[in-house]
């Protein structure tokens, strides 16, 4: 089964902003918030990874911001992998308009035993803001069983380029199939 949301958006997906990973000096313009005072995050070569434990976390890596407009809507795309298949991480992708753990209010994906062996395209659910403004993504590790890696963090927005035709329901006489008109 599928969840949808009524209010999601179908049309062109435009990149609003890359968050580059390519060297030390990129990585430094993310906010790492380690709150556990345990293993965090690291940069390493293009990606960021976390190493695990046998107990929960509470580590944030925060993308630096992305300017942000009412009325559109945004979905984030990354790139996720756990180290091996037996071994899960619990993961919340956020937005908010700050760099602190507080900050970062709204979930806009949760992963629960996430196993992914070697990078798998992710996207987020679609969101949008009340008011116009800079606003970072989020990466909330709650568990790691051994390394959890995110790489090509980006925002797009979706523009339907016009009015979306919403489809009839024909009600049935007895006994006939429902159909849906365009």
Not at 31 to 58: E, F, I
Not at 93 to 119: D, H, K, P, W
Not at 135 to 151: C, E, M, P, T, W
């Amino acid at each position: 089964s599928q969840t949808i949301d009524l209010d999601d958006a179908f049309g062109d997906e435009t990149e609003v902003k890359a968050f580059s990973l390519s060297n030390k000096k990129a990585f430094q313009e993310w906010t790492v918030v380690n709150a556990d005072a345990g293993q965090t995050w690291a940069y390493d070569y293009g990606s960021v990874y976390m190493l695990g434990s046998s107990k929960g976390c509470d580590d944030w890596i925060i993308t630096p911001s992305v300017h942000l407009e009412p009325g559109v809507r945004y979905l984030a795309k990354y790139k996720l992998k756990s180290a091996y298949q037996t071994y899960y991480a619990n993961l919340d992708v956020t937005f908010g308009a700050g760099t602190t753990a507080e900050s970062q209010s709204t979930v806009i994906a949760s992963y629960r035993n996430l196993l992914q062996n070697g990078y798998g395209d992710y996207v987020s659910n679609q969101f949008e803001v009340s008011e116009e403004g800079d606003y970072n993504i989020g990466f909330h590790a709650l568990y790691v069983g051994n390394s959890l890696d995110i790489k090509d963090v980006s925002v797009y927005s979706i523009s339907t380029g016009g009015a979306v035709e919403e489809p009839i329901l024909t009600v049935p006489a007895r006994n006939e199939d429902v159909a849906l008109d365009n």
